[in-house]
């Protein structure tokens, strides 16, 4: 490769490369759709094989690019078949016709790989490409002249298979010798330095699955989600893996689809905005059914959400929360009565406070009364008992200081009302009937 061409392969790159680098920031109350886009769902229920119309037009719209450039990829797609059909007229098999279409995309079109960049408008107007892109491009290319061809899906890659007369052959679109390539010394020698993945050949099935041509087009979906999450773009990550759900309706897409969703999830929590996490959930779990990544999401948040009353001292509104949840099944009731117990310590600790051990006392006891035994509470009663206890006694003994006897006897008997086993109130009554009687 000379200097100059070199050169212009890195700025076409930098260049592609400008929209990834600055992450936005998504607003905490942003929601996102959880229907498939109207395009999407009409796609989805389109029949393969696509119309070749269909494939240039539907790999633009998923790209995300603005309506109004759609008709013009689209032409530029449309030119590139017609000298696709060109080559037809020379080429006599289908295996060489496959080969020299391969050839022309990197001769005329792809200038330079980059792993993110998974738009069809930054191929046709940068040349900047990946193996998806260039995956989707050949499909539109080979299908124009009729040649059977499919996608194939690895761990991390993906790539094409076209069947013709003479056999089948894999066809690693992101390298001009990616035709056959387990048969070209020169694509083995380039491939994985230029892409850094392997190549995966048909005898290994376990890692390379076969996929159609919805399917091949959820990928471009799947990517851009992928970035968009990565550069918390949350609400553009699940529309997008939304669609490419509905678009590839496997297990993979319904993992990712849940993962992105449990994120946009995980963003609501970090912005404290769990009334709006709460409902994305509700609905996420309406519109996709029970899934266990998004049930513990949505039990972190409801647990985020209590806690963030208490800690705010909404001490009532917490408590409404909690029972709220609970009705809905959102916490089970060993949770709730965590919540319970501590929200009635928290109002005996602001009681004790402001009021005293009693008031506090008293409280702990309306928690014993209302959830049954628990040994927190038992531990609670233990502490404001003593402490009321100390309260009472260090009353007495002012009121005895002050030879207030009288005063003294109306103290203890409202102590040993509450606390009747105290020794230590037992001990102080004895000495106060002692004083009395002394007089």
């Known amino acids: 490769m000379n200097n100059a061409r070199s050169f212009r392969r890195v700025l076409f790159l930098a260049l592609a490369l400008l929209a990834w680098t600055v992450p936005s920031v998504e607003a905490s109350d942003a929601v996102p759709r959880l229907e498939p886009a109207p395009y999407a769902a009409r796609l989805a229920e389109t029949a393969e094989p696509l119309p070749v119309g269909t494939l240039m037009e539907a790999s633009l ?8 450039y759609v008709s013009r990829g689209v032409e530029k797609l449309r030119a590139a078949a017609r000298d696709v059909s060109k080559l037809a007229e020379e080429v006599e098999d289908q295996g060489a016709l496959a080969e020299a279409i391969l050839s022309y995309m990197h001769e005329t079109m792809l200038r330079a790989y980059s792993e993110p960049v998974t738009e069809m408008d930054v191929l046709l107007e940068r040349g900047v490409y990946n193996c998806v892109s260039s995956a989707v491009l050949f499909l539109i290319l080979a299908r124009s002249v009729d040649i059977e061809v499919f996608g194939i899906k690895t761990n991390d890659h993906a790539f094409c298979r076209v069947r013709t007369e003479e056999g089948s052959y894999d066809v ?20 994985g330095r230029i892409t850094g993945f ?6 290994r099935d376990s890692n390379r699955q076969d996929i159609g041509e919805k399917e091949l087009l959820a990928l471009i979906l799947q990517n851009r989600a992928s970035y968009d999450n990565d550069r918390r773009r949350f609400v553009a990550a699940v529309e997008a893996s939304v669609d490419a759900y509905h678009l590839a309706r496997t297990g993979d897409s319904a993992q990712r689809l849940s993962m992105i969703l449990t994120n946009m999830a995980s ?17 996420a779990r309406a519109v996709y059914g029970p899934d266990s990544r998004l049930e513990k999401a949505l039990s972190d948040m409801v647990h985020n959400r209590i806690v963030h009353h208490i800690e705010d001292g909404d001490l009532e509104g917490a408590r409404e929360h909690a029972d709220a949840h609970l009705r809905a099944g959102e ?26 051990a009693l008031r506090a006392l008293r409280r702990i006891r309306d928690a014993v009364e209302a959830l049954g035994a628990d ?13 009321y206890e100390v309260e009472a006694h260090n009353a007495l003994v002012r009121a005895f200081r002050a030879d207030d006897l009288e005063g003294a006897g109306r103290i203890l008997e409202e102590a040993l009302a509450v606390i009747p086993d105290s ?4 001990r102080d009554l004895r000495r106060v009937e002692q004083a009395q009687a002394s007089r």
């Open 61 to 68: 719209v998923l790209s995300g690019v603005d309506p109004a």
């Open 172 to 191: 690693e679109t992101t390298n001009v010798h990616g035709f056959n390539p387990g048969e070209k010394k020169e694509f083995t020698d380039a491939f």
């Open 198 to 203: 392997t190549y995966v050949p048909p005898n």
């Open 267 to 283: 963003w609501y929590n970090s912005q404290s905005s769990f009334e709006t996490g709460v409902a994305f959930l509700r609905q």
């Open 331 to 356: 916490i089970d009731r060993s949770h709730w009565k965590s919540f319970m117990v501590y929200i009635y310590q928290v109002e005996a600790q602001d009681l004790a406070a402001r009021h005293g």
């Open 375 to 387: 040994s927190r509470l038992a531990k609670s009663l233990s502490v404001y008992e003593h402490n």
């Open 423 to 426: 020794t230590l109130l037992k």
